[in-house]
């Protein structure tokens, strides 16, 4: 199976077992007569058990998370999200015939994390009697293919933006669940920040290998509106880990003092 084939079946099969199947192919061998003609699809396939919902819920505030029920409903959440990254950079390798291998590559070893890191939550959701799909979800994330015009656009929204916020999302998660005796699940975040800082380190590369003068500018006009660097943020703003990712001071700086009429740290706010 090509790259190209596996990630036409994470969109195409309804089962959730098709999705979190890892890629056994050699990478070396991924592109052996493959067919890079673009495949797109509206929605990814997804069984009854695990389809979008139009509903809306809320993640439970960082002080109820003392109950067990809300910290799997906050896990469901997490879950979700990873979930929702596996098909979008799916989408990407197939939507994007142009973009180059080494990229591709790099893609599918991203997905492995994001499979990792969703069993993960679902295990750790079994402890507190969750089970996937117990709960409405969200296609917000997915809302933006449709969007995305270049696979450096598809980089710039989910490296530089979805992932780049959840270095906070974690960080600040990570100490929510320490504050309430939950050192398990605080060790997963930590565990899921760690692979969070390679991802947004991998956008920022492909972004600067295609313009490096003036990045900042570059990665404002690769956003598809309404969504904006603040998007990038969360209610803790985590420099330590953008470091880390070998994110420039500069670039750093700016999104930091970034400002719209998102309001990040009103949790309440937030469409998801």
């Known amino acids: 199976m090509t790259a190209f084939e596996y990630c036409k079946n994470i969109l195409s099969s309804p089962m959730l077992c098709e999705k979190l199947k890892p890629y056994n192919v050699s990478l070396e061998e991924a592109f052996d007569g ?7 699809v509206r929605n ?91 709960y409405p979800l969200n296609a917000f994330f997915w809302s933006y293919m449709e969007k995305i015009e270049t696979y450096q656009g598809f980089f710039a929204v989910m490296s530089l933006t979805f992932e780049q916020a959840n270095l906070d999302f974690c960080k600040h998660y990570e100490e929510v669940f320490k504050k309430v005796g939950d050192e398990k699940t605080a060790n997963l975040l930590k565990l899921v920040y760690d692979d969070e800082i390679k991802h947004v380190a991998r956008g920022y590369t492909v972004l600067k290998k295609k313009n490096a003068d003036d990045l900042w500018c570059y990665y404002r006009e690769l956003l598809p509106a309404p969504l904006t660097p603040a998007r990038a943020k969360g209610m803790i703003f985590d420099t330590e880990g953008r470091v880390k990712a070998g994110l420039e ?24």
């Open 249 to 272: 001071l500069s670039f750093i700086k700016d999104l930091q003092a970034y400002q719209s009429d998102f309001k990040v740290t009103k949790r309440k706010s937030w469409k998801t």
């Open 34 to 40: 493959s067919d890079r003609t673009p495949f797109v």
């Open 44 to 134: 990814p396939a997804r069984s009854e058990a695990i389809a979008f919902s139009e509903e809306q819920i809320k993640f439970p505030k960082a002080g109820s998370l003392g109950d067990k029920r809300q910290r799997g409903k906050a896990l469901h959440f997490f879950a979700n999200h990873e979930l929702l990254a596996i098909e979008m950079m799916a989408q990407a390798v197939c939507q994007f015939p142009e973009m180059p291998e080494s990229m591709v590559k790099s893609l599918i070893g991203t997905i492995t994390d994001e499979q990792k890191h969703f069993n993960l939550y679902l295990e750790r959701m079994k402890d507190f009697d969750v089970s996937f799909g117990d």
